[in-house]
């Protein structure tokens, strides 16, 4: 079945250390690709999409994300981490297969230490 | 900077009532969507809209909801009989399906529904 998987349920960095939120998808063909982050009592907001071309996709806030067709993974990361991190994260992608809507993981809520 | 705006920001209902959630797309975009999230569950999509027509629905969506853009701006989600497991947090998105890339959709803030 085709799904969306965010192993992570929690995840704790100090702030200043690198962080890796982990995504993967199960789809026939390569989907387009999102990730979103959600401050408590905000609503979703992008952090960067992949469509096609350069694998590694620059976005907001100092993120960026990692295509690898092989591995069916599109994983977020941000070198140094800042308090204001703190927040879920959703992968979300959309099958390139003549719909439009948005199929999410589970997310990964992220804590950051001071 | 052109965001999506929802309407209210809680709304506390009595099990069986009615209720319509509102949403103010971005002014420009054509094309709507409500999904919602469970609390504790992944958010899951609910509808799409486009040309006052639903172009796509997930088995969610069945004959208890409905939706309407009944003017130019407002865009909205009604449920006619609201059930306990109604309860959840809708998000309304709406996005300009900027070929040929595709779809980016803007979320708003959401409307958190308790059932009571």
């Known amino acids: 079945a085709q799904s969306v998987t965010q192993p992570d349920i929690h995840i704790t960095v100090s702030e200043g250390a690198s962080l890796e939120l982990r995504c993967n998808y199960s789809y026939g063909a390569t989907p387009y690709l999102f990730w979103y982050v959600q401050s408590p009592g905000q609503g979703l907001q992008l952090l960067l999409k992949y469509f096609s071309g350069d694998t590694l996709v620059q976005g907001i806030k100092g993120f960026e994300a990692e295509f690898k067709r092989s591995q069916s993974s599109f994983n977020l990361r941000k070198p140094s981490v800042h308090w204001s991190d703190a927040a879920e994260y959703f992968c979300a992608v959309v099958p390139t297969s003549g719909t439009y809507k948005y199929i999410f993981g589970t997310g990964t809520r992220l804590k950051v230490l001071a | 900077e052109p965001e999506v705006t929802q309407t209210p920001s809680h709304q506390v209902t009595q099990m069986g009532q009615e209720v319509i959630l509102r949403c103010v797309p971005i002014s420009n975009h054509l094309y709507f969507y409500w999904y919602r999230q469970i609390l504790g569950q992944k958010v899951e999509f609910l509808v799409s809209?486009?040309?006052?027509?639903?172009?796509?629905k997930s088995e969610i969506f069945d004959d208890q909801f409905s939706v309407e853009r009944p003017d130019g701006s407002n865009f909205t989600l009604k449920i006619r009989s609201t059930k306990l497991e109604d309860s959840a947090m809708y998000f309304c998105?709406?996005?300009?399906?900027?070929?040929?890339?595709?779809?980016?959709?803007?979320f708003g803030p959401g409307t958190r529904l308790t059932v009571l």
């Open positions: 998105a709406s996005s300009d399906r900027d070929y040929p890339t595709t779809d980016t959709q803007y």
């Open positions: 809209f486009y040309n006052n027509e639903i172009s796509e």
